[in-house]
């Protein structure tokens, strides 16, 4: 499957943004999906997931109550809704699936992956 993120940009602490993340080439309704984000320097960490379903989500501690990850099978598109956004939460976001029931926080479980798509939060 490919994967397109897109969504990202600049904005202020506080913010909010809609990630989008469209999936070609396979059934899209298969796989389970994350979000993952990798700032400058630092490894690529877990963000959010849900599973093929729709309702399974799965997300960091450290982004709880603040994103809402979705997806309308339909559209083969997952989203990532992230609110209240802090300085620390710049980095390279990326969509990753595989194909299965749920979702994982560990990326090395994911088989495909879009390109990323930059989001900055200033101070």
């Known amino acids: 499957v490919q994967l397109q993120a897109s969504g990202g940009g600049l904005v202020q602490a506080g913010g909010s943004l809609r990630l989008s993340c469209k999936a070609s080439?396979?059934?899209?309704?298969?796989?389970?999906m994350g979000w993952f984000r990798q700032a400058p320097g630092k490894e690529r960490e877990f963000v959010a997931g849900?599973?093929?379903?729709?309702?399974?989500?799965l997300y960091a501690e450290s982004v709880e109550g603040r994103f809402t990850v979705s997806r309308v099978n339909a559209e083969s598109t997952v989203y990532l809704q992230v609110n209240s956004l802090k300085p620390e939460d710049t980095a390279v976001y990326y969509c990753?699936?595989?194909?299965?029931?749920?979702?994982?926080?560990?990326?090395?479980?994911?088989?495909?992956w879009g390109q990323g798509t930059q989001v900055t939060v200033s101070s």
């Open positions: 990753a699936g595989k194909r299965a029931m749920f979702a994982s926080s560990n990326r090395n479980d994911y088989d495909y």
């Open positions: 849900i599973g093929r379903r729709g309702y399974d989500t």
């Open positions: 080439g396979r059934t899209f309704r298969d796989y389970a």
